[in-house]
């Protein structure tokens, strides 16, 4: 079993923090999206992985690198964007004809992989959307199967949208479906797509069954993200580091603190998560996350996503701020 997780994206709708990180990279709950998604399947006793990567992705293989050393990791490189289908078919030399299980990059879901991996059938991740026209969505049979997949389909016949999780056992099919629809231009949306290959298993007789997730975390923008990792801090819990400085401060659970904070004067949470070496001294910070070295001065921050190595000095905010920053709020 090898699993492929496509990290290419250049992550559109998180910018301005996906300008200079990784959109897999963001932190969520003290973790990263990446991190959460390979501790899951790394727990179910897969242990060889295959990044796709593209934009920024040498960051990608030091972080793998640096937090993962144990697992048998390779990187494919996307140089073109067309889609995730294109992208799963360049691993083809790398899985061979071993069963693989598919995770998107973003695709943070609370569900048993180890389920997944005992059923005797390829499986799909699903959950009920109230809007599914912007998903994959799939459609099922009265015998529970799998009948047929469409992305993103204008008149949804089903509100069960793909979340990104794939099991695939006929890895050999799907790699013959993908290689049949790029050299056939046959694309939805401009991309191939990998709902479409997996239309074209199913035509071929292929038995798909969907797993309803317990949950679905959006990480694909800064309102969804901050939610997602509210939720999260309460799944994880109220983690601090022990190295950390704090004076005449306040922590409202739950929070993540990484190693390396000095805060002083301060109140902190709940919903916080703020990563290593950030300094804060008389700030108020709820429902936020703060990336790793950001250095707050005098400042209130609620539903704010903050990058690294920004420094903010100033009144009260809501804000989206990438890495490498300098704001000063103060009046002139």
Known sequence: M??????AGAGTKLRPHTYTQPKALIPLAGK?????IVEQLQSAGINEFIFIVGYLGDKIKDYVHEKYPGINSHFVQ???RQGIGHAILLTRPIV?????FIVLGDSVCEYSVESVLNNEFSMVGVKKVDDPRDFGVAETSEDGFVSRVVEKPHIPKSNMALVGIYRIKESASLFECLENNINNKLMSHGEYNLTDALECMIKNNARIQPYKVQNWFDCGKKESLLESNATLLKKFGHTISEDHQFENTIIIPPVSIAAGCDIRNSIVGPNVAIGESVSMNYSIVKDSIIGAFADLNDIVLTHSLIGSDTELKG????????DNTEIDLGKS
């Open 2 to 7: 090898k699993a492929i997780i496509p990290v």
């Open 32 to 36: 990263t999206i990446l991190g959460i």
């Open 78 to 80: 996307q140089n073109e």
């Open 96 to 100: 061979g004809d071993d069963e693989i």
């Open 315 to 322: 009144e009260s905010r809501s804000l989206n701020i990438g």
